[in-house]
């Protein structure tokens, strides 16, 4: 099976129309305020309107309020959401658009009964835990956290870049694989050369 892979975080036209020609099949846009990849709609207005036909959007919120989301869904056409917080099960769902559920990985972390609860999420995005950050550290987890066997597509982030996509293809076998600050020059910035080299680390690691 083809991995699949996003790169999230984009805050600049042409960053998001460089990832899509050069393969990726979705783009992350985060709506967090905190963030230093944080977006305004117009800005990710003009970031979805100048994508290819065939790239989805996937917009990342962490304990937003409803009406910030669905001002965000008015306005944009968004494919999937993607909740970074600890959102219940029920307010995921309750915008009838496909979701993914960001899990930040520790020891004790049950990924079985997080599938099980969020059973209705397209996938559960496995991240690096941090006391302080929502995703983009740059850091890697235990991999050996992740059970063989799970009920939910998996999608692996954290600390990844060219030189390990391979080898997360190889000891994972995630349905997706999700990058950011491992694919740029500054926070928010993605590098065209390395966006380059991690799509074609993983369409390498696909056919291995």
Not at 20 to 31: E, K, R, T
Not at 70 to 82: A, G, H, K, S
Not at 167 to 184: N, R
Request: hydrophobic residues 40%.
């Amino acid at each position: 099976m083809r991995t699949r892979v996003k790169i999230c975080g984009f805050t600049r036209v042409e960053d998001a129309v460089h990832a899509a020609h050069a393969g990726v099949d979705a783009i992350g846009l985060v709506f967090y305020p905190p963030s230093p990849r944080h977006v305004a709609i117009h800005q990710a207005l003009q970031i979805v309107r100048a994508l290819p036909a065939f790239v989805s959007v996937v917009a990342l919120f962490v304990d937003a309020p409803e009406t910030s989301i669905r001002e965000v869904l008015r306005q944009l056409p968004i494919d999937c959401l993607q909740f970074h917080g600890n959102e219940s099960a029920e307010a995921c769902r309750m915008y009838n658009t496909r979701y993914i559920k960001a899990v930040s990985m520790q020891a004790d972390t049950d990924i079985s009964a997080l599938a099980t609860h969020y059973h209705d999420a397209t996938g559960l995005l496995l991240d690096t835990y941090h006391p302080a950050a929502k995703g983009g550290t740059g850091h890697q987890f235990d991999w050996s956290l992740i059970p063989k066997q799970h009920p939910l597509p998996i999608i692996l982030a954290g600390g990844l870049d060219s030189t390990n996509a391979r080898l997360a293809i190889q000891t994972v076998k995630p349905y997706a694989l999700d990058a950011s600050s491992g694919v740029e020059s500054a926070k928010g910035i993605k590098d065209p050369l390395k966006v380059s080299a991690f799509l074609q680390a993983i369409n390498y690691g696909d056919k291995s």
